[in-house]
């Protein structure tokens, strides 16, 4: 009996060490993943502008302020 409650604790250990080599590597593998993706962002070349004609300025940009877009007049419902 003496020798099984042994073999049992010996598989038990050994499965634990596995695990965590597994869990560590893995852990490193998705790191090291993410590193890459930043790395590859930081180092992607840039956009171009945008060709073409300029764009006309919103109304009120030359003098400094947003004006907002007309509404249309409030209709009200006949009843």
Do not use: C, I
């Not at 992607?44 to 007309?70: M, T």
């Amino acid at each position: 009996m003496t020798g099984k409650t042994h073999d049992s604790e010996s598989w038990k250990e050994r499965g634990v060490t596995l695990r965590v080599f597994v869990y560590v590597f893995a852990t490193h593998a998705f790191a090291g993943f993410v590193w890459l993706l930043f790395h590859v962002g930081q180092n992607a070349p840039r956009r171009r502008p945008r060709r073409g004609p300029p764009r006309p300025a919103p109304p009120g940009a030359r003098e400094g302020r947003h004006v907002p877009p007309a509404r249309p007049p409030h209709v009200e419902s006949p009843t």
